[in-house]
Structures are given as C-alpha cells and as structure tokens.
C-alpha cells in the first residue's frame, strides 16, 4: 500500500495537535502522560513534535482523556474551519 503524501494542511494540522497536547500536559512528565493514555513516550514524543500528525482516532481519545480534554475541544482548536461546500457538479444523463 502507497500513502500519499501529506498536504501542508495536514501537517499543520499535526502541528497544532502537537502543541496543544504539550500545552496540555504543562509540568506532567511525557512518560506519566503516556503510560496514563496506554501509548508509548515515544509515541507522544513524535505527536507532540509533529513528526507523526496523523495519529490514530483511538489514540488522540486515549491522549484527551488523559489529560482532561474533550474531543470537542481538541477539533476546532487543530482542524481549520470548514470551508463553503463545493458546487455540486452535473452528471450527463445516460440515454
């Protein structure tokens, strides 16, 4: 399996999620943090540095319930606000 490359969206995206984990986390030690969320300090490490900005669903809850964040205010505070819906374009109808 190939994976396409990352948009610079997303990583920026990764980034944000990344810094607000570490805000998040303030004095707690990475390793505590992790083991609390069942993941490895090496895993939270590379969140929390960008160099892994898609982590799994399950492992950003298992991170937001360690640290006392909800889902809801993880997404508007790393995702960009949703764009105008594209136009819906015209299939040719069959004959």
Same mark, same amino acid.
Request: hydrophobic share 40%; proline share 12%.
């Given at each position: 399996?190939? #994976?396409?490359?990352?948009?610079? +969206?997303? &990583? #920026?995206? =990764? +980034? &944000?999620? =990344? @810094?607000?984990?570490? +805000?998040? #986390?303030?004095?707690?030690?990475? %390793?505590?943090? !992790? !083991? $609390? !969320?069942?993941? $490895?300090? +090496?895993?939270? &490490?590379?969140?929390?540095?960008?160099?892994?900005?898609?982590? @799994?669903?399950?492992? %950003? /809850? /298992?991170?937001?319930? /360690?640290?006392?964040?909800?889902?809801?205010?993880?997404?508007? &505070?790393? /995702?960009?606000?949703? =764009?105008?819906?594209?136009?819906?374009?015209?299939?040719?109808?069959? !004959?």
């Amino acid at each position: 399996m190939v #994976r396409n490359p990352l948009t610079p +969206e997303e &990583r #920026r995206r =990764g +980034e &944000r999620l =990344g @810094a607000l984990l570490r +805000e998040a #986390r303030g004095g707690r030690s990475m %390793v505590a943090v !992790a !083991a $609390s !969320a069942g993941i $490895s300090a +090496e895993t939270l &490490r590379k969140i929390e540095t960008g160099r892994a900005p898609t982590p @799994a669903f399950f492992t %950003v /809850a /298992a991170l937001a319930g /360690a640290l006392g964040l909800s889902m809801d205010e993880l997404l508007p &505070r790393c /995702a960009p606000a949703p =764009g105008p819906a594209p136009e819906p374009t015209e299939l040719p109808l069959s !004959a």
